[in-house]
T-cell receptor
Framework: NAGVTQTPKFQVLKTGQSMTLQCAQD?????MSWYRQDPGMGLRLIHY???????DQGEVPNGYNVSRSTTEDFPLRLLSAAPSQTSVYFC????????????????FGPGTRLTVL | AQKVTQAQTEISVVEKEDVTLDCVYE???????LFWYKQPPSGELVFLIR????DEQNEISGRYSWNFQKSTSSFNFTITASQVVDSAVYFC???????????WGAGTKLIIKP
């Protein structure tokens, strides 16, 4: 059981480049999400998904796209990287009870440290 | 709108002291879920506890205890007899039943000195 995996661990981009951060989970969780963590701040939700084919925006979605074609995978695409997107990115997954809200713990990947020059 | 406030940016104590980390939340939902996570220097996020809004029982797990008070919208975390290995950033987070978003506090950096 690998849990939540993220690739790459580190990435350096130039302004304007695009890239995809990969996230996969093998726990058959319905819910998956992407966060960014900046110094001195908590995690901020970028996008989330409650199941294959369903995605929605979080607090800070601008500049990012997601898709969820399978239960296992939830890639995050940076369309045109900007220095403001320099951050650590975490992917997470969890079960949902179906009653609404996140009522179970989230399992996190190890994070991707992204630097945009 | 939901909000989580962790007013203590950094706390430094000497080993074996007790320490309490504060968490104050805001939500209009009557059903919600509160969480604490730990982020050690290695960077991973470790789940500590989940509490439902309709369960105000306090919880103790070894040296860790949590005090949930709906009247003051607080969910405080106490470490008894702190150890150096407790040094980490601790986050409080909130999810309301009306949505699927987990809102995080800014975190409290806890430094335990030997």
């Amino acid at each position: 059981n690998a849990g939540v995996t993220q690739t790459p661990k580190f990435q350096v981009l130039k302004t304007g480049q695009s890239m995809t951060l990969q996230c996969a989970q093998d726990m058959n969780h319905e819910y998956m999400s992407w966060y960014r963590q900046d110094p001195g701040m908590g995690l901020r939700l970028i996008h989330y998904s409650v199941g294959a084919g369903i995605t929605d925006q979080g607090e800070v979605p601008n500049g990012y796209n997601v898709s969820r074609s399978t239960t296992e995978d939830f890639p995050l695409r940076l369309l045109s990287a900007a220095p403001s997107q320099t951050s650590v990115y975490f992917c997470a997954s969890s079960r949902t009870s179906g009653r609404g809200g996140l009522d179970n713990e989230q399992f996190f990947g190890p994070g991707t440290r992204l630097t945009v020059l | 709108a939901q909000k989580v406030t962790q007013a203590q940016t950094e706390i430094s104590v000497v080993e074996k002291e007790d320490v309490t980390l504060d968490c104050v939340y805001e939500t209009r939902d009557t059903t919600y879920y509160l969480f604490w996570y730990k982020q050690p220097p290695s960077g991973e996020l470790v789940f500590l506890i989940r509490r439902n809004s309709f369960d105000e029982q306090n919880e103790i797990s070894g040296r860790y205890s949590w005090n949930f008070q709906k009247s003051t919208s607080s969910f405080n975390f106490t470490i008894t007899a702190s150890q150096v290995v407790d040094s980490a950033v601790y986050f409080c987070a909130l999810s309301a039943r009306s949505n699927y978003q987990l809102i995080w506090g800014a975190g409290t950096k806890l430094i335990i000195k030997p």
